[in-house]
């Protein structure tokens, strides 16, 4: 074999080696391939977040519970799809931008609705092979006190205690998110 066909060969396969590497990142940023091999397990703590809204702790359940339960808001489409509905869980789709919202996480979860006091998620598909979430809701003065916490965990030891990190950091912005829009919406309701 000649020197330029060895070029040739070593430039292939380094070509077809960095494409691979760049679809599989690209696979676990956006959840699509998921890295589950029970191998190096490490949970890190997701919260706790807290927020006093003042609004019933059943209109703020309501709040919560509606998209998933009821019909999904045409507003947040982009963000949640609903694919079986049951009378107290349901299976569904969120939708996250990352990457500056070139790239799109899809994370498939069952969510669990205990009236009026609970709301639990757990992970069926995402970036990371568990995450468990719960949304706690109590009587606090004429309002309502949500708390919320869970637990990440990844595969691979330190790589996947740094990959845990990353996802831990966004995940928490977003459900950040999501509380302020349910303070929001469950206060307006409220309102007399």
């Known amino acids: 074999m000649t020197s330029a066909a060895r070029l040739m ?3 292939a ?11 599989a990142s690209l696979g676990l940023v956006t959840g699509a391939l ?8 490490r949970v890190r703590p997701l919260g706790p977040q807290t927020v006093d809204i003042a609004a019933p702790r059943e209109v703020v359940f309501d709040v ?10 045409r507003a947040m489409r982009e963000k949640l799809n609903v694919l079986e509905r049951g009378s107290d869980l349901v299976l569904a789709e969120h939708f996250t931008p990352v990457a500056g919202g070139r790239l799109t996480a899809v994370t498939v ?5 205990t009236r009026p006091e609970r709301i639990d998620f757990r992970l069926v598909r995402g970036p990371v092979p ?5 949304f706690v809701l109590s009587e606090h003065g004429s309002g309502t006190r949500l708390v919320y916490a869970g637990e ?12 845990g990190r990353m996802v831990a950091a966004r995940w928490e912005v977003t459900v950040a998110g999501s509380l302020a829009r349910v303070q929001e919406e469950a206060e307006r309701r409220a309102r007399p």
């Open 9 to 11: 060969r070593i430039a």
């Open 13 to 23: 396969w380094t070509s077809g080696l960095g494409g691979g590497l760049a679809a």
């Open 34 to 41: 998921p890295v589950d091999v029970g191998v190096g397990r």
């Open 64 to 73: 919560v519970a509606q998209p998933y339960l009821g019909r999904t808001p």
């Open 109 to 113: 979860e069952t969510v669990r609705f």
């Open 130 to 134: 568990q995450v468990t979430e719960s």
């Open 152 to 163: 990440l965990g990844t595969d691979l030891w330190r790589a996947g205690a740094w990959w």
